[in-house]
């Protein structure tokens, strides 16, 4: 379809570039700052088709099926272990709630299941059974590093063509009636521009920017930028916490091993809305209350040292699902993913190819469902099963 | 690892894969950190940072002062659980 630019070098707009070369497209994508700097390596690194409807859990379903064969495809290791995310139930109404969900999951072929403490207590060894009636377990979902997956994507793109550029920050859309037909951008202070003839905004948390640059309102897919930090303890022995576990009902704490080097990742919702685009500045608050909920899962965790703090962004629309698919005639928006960007990115980004080069997708993914005008017609979805 | 060059020893990198990284076209200073985890250790990057940087100099025609240090996180040494989470209330 002649030249197609993306906007945005995170995990969705790297991965869209792969998959539009794939299909013999001309892409050239921008990342103002390095790859991975915005939302993508901050993330603590789960992917999990436990989702609480249908779309969710059918994109995330496909997306997982795509996490499993990536590594081969991408050639390049990734570090993707299926070691499943432990759901537990903190009162007899929430096993209910995970008895419905796991129907529901069920249904669309996720094989979740309601599990009893004593099982759980196998699978987490130093977890605290004492507080947990029940635990939705779902040994398919899992884990994978951010920053080798997003390189594995970008060697491919530019295998296979792409003109990725980083530390390149995109100044100015040029609009002609429906369409976009010039992108501007600035690298070292200079100026350039390029003609083109599709543009894809996947740049999450900044997207309402690059949408008010196309001539559109910076509220037709309202994104707010929401910190939300991760804890991690130095490396320990593998095997301690290899799911990601968290019980929804305790502010939705969780912790995981880091699939990388053994250390405990902790997160919880306690969150801050940011108070710029550049706020990402951990507090103090979120590192006592983060440990306050670590050590009530895992007792021995209070024996552990915390190494490292850091935020990143939440791109929150208003009922937490993406907006994905077309604004404008050429002009598309694949943002706003609420926390879930990094794990769909593998289903997400084929569908997104196959809308831009072929007008269609064979993805199991519901346009309606996240259609970024649902906003400005005031039809919201249920909210997204949302943690941390 | 003998007769291998550790340069990070939190997270055992040697210099041959900093400098393999470095030749495949990575020369971002946050992205060699993040692919190969120096700097995220619990020493922080005291030991490894300037040697990553030494070795990013000489290899890209910068001078180690142009190349701008990785944003360090809290806390700046690890700090146990137990002191942060209080007494009875854990």
């Given at each position: 379809m002649g030249k197609i630019a993306i906007i945005g070098g995170g995990i969705i707009g790297v991965a869209t570039a792969y998959e539009l070369a794939k299909l013999g497209e001309d892409v050239i994508l921008f990342e103002k700052?390095?790859?991975?700097?915005?939302?993508t390596f901050r993330c603590a690194t789960g992917i999990r088709a436990?989702?609480?409807d249908e779309a969710n859990i059918k994109l995330m379903k496909y997306s997982v099926e795509r996490w499993e064969r990536l590594e081969e495809e991408l050639?390049?290791?990734?570090?993707?272990?299926?070691?499943g995310y432990l759901f537990l139930a903190t009162s007899e109404e929430e096993v209910e709630a995970f008895k419905a969900n796991i129907k529901l999951q069920n249904r669309f072929g996720v094989p979740t299941r309601l599990i009893e403490i004593e099982e759980a207590k196998e699978i987490?060894?130093?977890?605290?059974?004492?507080?947990?009636?029940?635990g939705a377990w779902n040994p398919k979902d899992g884990k994978a590093n951010p920053f080798k997956t997003l390189f594995a994507y970008l060697g491919k793109a530019r295998e296979l063509g792409v003109d990725a550029r980083e530390h390149?920050?995109?100044?100015g859309l040029e609009r002609e009636g429906d369409e976009i037909i010039t992108v501007k951008f600035r690298s070292n202070r200079k100026v350039g521009s390029i003609k083109v003839d599709a543009v894809l905004?996947?740049?999450?948390?900044w997207a309402p920017l690059i949408n008010e640059m196309a001539g559109?309102?910076?509220?037709?897919?309202p994104i707010t930028a929401y910190k939300h930090q991760l804890v991690k303890t130095e490396p320990l022995e593998?095997?301690?916490?290899e799911p990601l576990v968290c019980?929804?009902?305790?502010?939705?704490a969780y912790i995981i091993q880091d699939g990388e080097d053994g250390g405990i990742i902790c997160g919880a919702g306690i969150e801050h809305e940011a108070k710029?685009?550049?706020?990402v500045e951990p507090t103090y608050d979120f590192l006592r209350g983060v440990l306050r909920y670590a050590v009530r899962i895992a007792?021995?965790?209070?024996?552990a040292h915390v190494v490292r703090q850091w935020a990143g962004f939440y791109a929150k629309t208003p009922d937490k699902n993406p907006a994905i698919r077309k604004l404008l005639e050429n002009f598309y928006i694949s943002a706003?993913?609420?926390?879930h960007g990094f794990m769909m990115a593998p289903a997400v980004a084929k569908a997104m190819a196959g809308l831009m080069?072929?007008?269609?997708?064979?993805?199991?993914?519901d346009l309606e469902w996240y259609d970024p005008y649902r906003f400005e017609r005031g039809e919201l979805r249920s909210s997204a099963f949302q943690i941390g | 690892m003998e007769g291998k060059k550790i340069v990070c020893r939190c997270n055992d990198v040697t210099a041959e894969e900093v400098e393999a990284l470095i030749d495949s076209g990575i020369t971002d200073i946050e992205e060699v950190k993040r692919l190969?985890?120096?700097?995220?250790?619990?020493?922080?990057?005291?030991?490894c940072i300037p040697i990553v940087i030494s070795i990013l100099a000489r290899k890209t025609g910068r001078?180690?002062?142009?190349i701008p240090l990785p944003k360090a996180k809290v806390p700046i040494r690890p700090v146990r659980v137990e002191v942060l989470v209080g007494g009875g209330d854990g």
């Open positions: 700052n390095y790859f991975d700097s915005g939302s436990q989702f609480t050639e390049s290791d990734i570090n993707f272990r299926q070691r987490v060894p130093i977890l605290n059974t004492e507080p947990f009636l029940a390149t920050e995109v100044v905004n996947a740049s999450n948390a559109l309102s910076g509220d037709l897919v593998r095997g301690q916490v019980p929804p009902g305790w502010n939705d710029s685009l550049d706020d007792p021995p965790l209070r024996y706003g993913f609420s926390g080069a072929k007008g269609s997708t064979r993805v199991l993914l | 190969l985890r120096i700097g995220m250790g619990p020493c922080q990057g005291r030991t001078k180690p002062e142009e």
